[in-house]
């Protein structure tokens, strides 16, 4: 049920970025907007209400692997598990917490507050040097979804009938981590350029790394093909639903 909703997440921000490539759609290029697409269709209040009680349910599911969970792993390896799933916890409640706002008709603006955020920290002393310092790990993170993307990991996770291996989802895996990545690597590019120009401007998450990304030559093309990989996620995530682990 949870992925089901986390799907339809990517789903709609997959469609603000195009929006935003083709030149239309007002909406904030980030989680905002895309609920905000969610709300904005026929029983948009009704669909926003699923995708939140998806979203909690993630997060259980999480909390619950992170105390007890991934016993299929051992080690260190089970560690960095648990402690990966204690942070989903946090990203799925930050993303129900904002679509609830969005539902209740006060919704907020997930690149200003990030904005905020950045010029709080730059404010105080060697705060450019956190702000660059997570660029850097924000980079890093990208770059490692690409690899997770491009190495299969995720496969280990999903669970087919024997001698039964489903191309369509792992191709939707491997498109989908790439473009994540992507956007996950500009957005710490710019966090990086906002600490060496003091310019917390620049540090507005996934909106201003998708705008960034139209601004460039060809840039319509690159957002559109990043659009298409987020929808490839969305995807995945609908596979997933289908085909993720979930007793471990």
């Known amino acids: 049920?949870?992925?089901?909703?986390?799907?339809?997440?990517?789903?709609?921000l997959a469609w603000v970025a195009a929006q935003i490539a083709l030149g239309g759609g007002g909406e904030e290029a980030d989680q905002s907007g895309a609920f905000q697409k969610l709300a904005d269709q026929p029983f948009g209040a009704i669909l926003l209400w699923f995708v939140i009680v998806c979203l909690v349910a993630l997060a259980v599911w999480q909390a619950i692997l992170a105390i007890w969970g991934h016993t299929d792993s051992?080690?260190?390896?089970?560690?960095?598990?648990?402690?990966?799933?204690?942070?989903?916890v946090i990203v799925y409640c930050g993303l129900a917490w904002t679509a609830g706002k969005v539902v209740l008709g006060t919704p907020s603006s997930s690149a200003q507050q990030q904005q905020d955020?950045?010029?709080?920290?730059?404010?105080?002393?060697?705060?450019?040097w956190l702000v660059g310092l997570a660029g850097l790990v924000v980079i890093g993170f990208g770059i490692g979804m690409i690899y997770y993307g491009y190495k299969k990991k995720f496969e280990k996770k999903l669970q087919f009938a024997a001698g039964v291996r489903h191309e369509a989802a792992v191709r939707a895996g491997q498109i989908g981590y790439?473009?994540?990545?992507?956007?996950?690597?500009?957005?710490?590019?710019?966090?990086?350029?906002?600490?060496?120009?003091?310019?917390?401007?620049?540090?507005?998450?996934?909106?201003?790394?998708l705008h960034t990304l139209a601004g460039q030559p060809y840039g319509k093309f690159l957002l559109l093909a990043v659009a298409l990989g987020v929808a490839a996620f969305g995807v995945f995530c609908f596979f997933q639903a289908r085909y993720r682990k979930v007793g471990s």
């Open 178 to 209: 790439a473009a994540k990545g992507v956007a996950f690597g500009i957005v710490g590019y710019l966090l990086l350029d906002a600490a060496i120009t003091n310019d917390p401007g620049k540090s507005r998450g996934l909106d201003a790394a």
């Open 74 to 88: 051992h080690g260190k390896e089970r560690i960095f598990e648990r402690v990966a799933s204690g942070a989903r």
């Open 1 to 12: 049920m949870g992925f089901i909703g986390y799907g339809l997440l990517h789903l709609a």
């Open 117 to 128: 955020a950045a010029a709080g920290i730059m404010a105080k002393p060697a705060g450019e």
